[in-house]
T-cell receptor, first 115, second 117 residues
Framework: DQQVKQNSPSLSVQEGRISILNCDYT??????FLWYKKYPAEGPTFLIS?????DKNEDGRFTVFLNKSAKHLSLHIVPSQPGDSAVYFC??????????????FGTGTRLKVLA | EPEVTQTPSHQVTQMGQEVILRCVPI?????FYWYRQILGQKVEFLVS????????KSEIFDDQFSVERPDGSNFTLKIRSTKLEDSAMYFC???????????????FGPGTRLTVL
């Protein structure tokens, strides 16, 4: 049941260029989307999020775009830096019957920024 | 900066043994979660916990699993009789509230790698 998909397992980008990571989802009930970054031997670290009522959210070098009609979101990193090299997970927030929220994660994209 | 901590970082156990994974959520957070990631697969939700009871659990969270908040700071995941397929990274997370929106994000710990032999 792959409700959140990241079709690119890896991406290599030159330092200073733009990194674009993509994510697709199937469940139209998702109302909040997040990007997490994960380094080896560490837990996922929250990066940026977007509500379904918006189509863009920006935080410094990171911008997330949401296209609800296409059920697609993307993370842009400009300019990319070697320290950005990590695995990036897209997650969608799904409400539950109890009123709490659980995250549905994609499989991740390994970004490598080349110096 | 406050963070979620987990112990141990790596746990090796024999099949059929009980294990307890420990987490200390961020102190002012009220909602707690366990997720797991089998090697090479995605992070999967296991259970959410609030006010000393389970709020939601996935189909993975069967009778072999239990969670507890034994005191004011710890949050534990117990697996009663481990199976080979329980080998995974287990992440604890916490959030101040259950909702979505800025400030309600779930913060994750570094994980415990469980290896079942």
């Amino acid at each position: 049941d792959q409700q959140v998909k990241q079709n690119s397992p890896s991406l290599s980008v030159q330092e200073g260029r733009i990194s674009i990571l993509n994510c697709d989802y199937t469940n139209s009930m998702f109302d909040y989307f997040l990007w997490y970054k994960k380094y080896p031997a560490e837990g996922p670290t929250f990066l940026i999020s977007i509500s379904s009522i918006k189509d863009k959210n920006e935080d410094g070098r990171f911008t997330v775009f949401l296209n609800k009609s296409a059920k697609h979101l993307s993370l842009h990193i400009v300019p990319s830096q070697p320290g950005d090299s990590a695995v990036y997970f897209c997650a969608a927030s799904a409400g539950t019957t109890s009123g709490t929220y659980k995250y549905i994660f994609g499989t991740g994209t390994r970004l490598k920024v080349l110096a | 900066e406050p963070e979620v901590t987990q112990t141990p970082s790596h746990q090796v156990t024999q099949m059929g043994q009980e294990v307890i994974l420990r987490c200390v959520p961020i102190s002012n957070h009220l909602y707690f979660y366990w997720y797991r990631q089998i090697l090479g697969q995605k992070v999967e939700f296991l259970v959410s916990f609030y006010n000393n009871e389970i709020s939601e659990k996935s189909e993975i969270f069967d009778d072999q699993f239990s969670v507890e908040r034994p005191d004011g700071s710890n949050f534990t995941l117990k697996i009663r009789s481990t199976k080979l397929e329980d080998s995974a990274m287990y992440f604890c997370a916490s959030s101040p509230s259950p909702g979505t929106g800025v400030g309600n994000e779930q913060f994750f710990g570094p994980g415990t790698r469980l290896t079942v032999l």
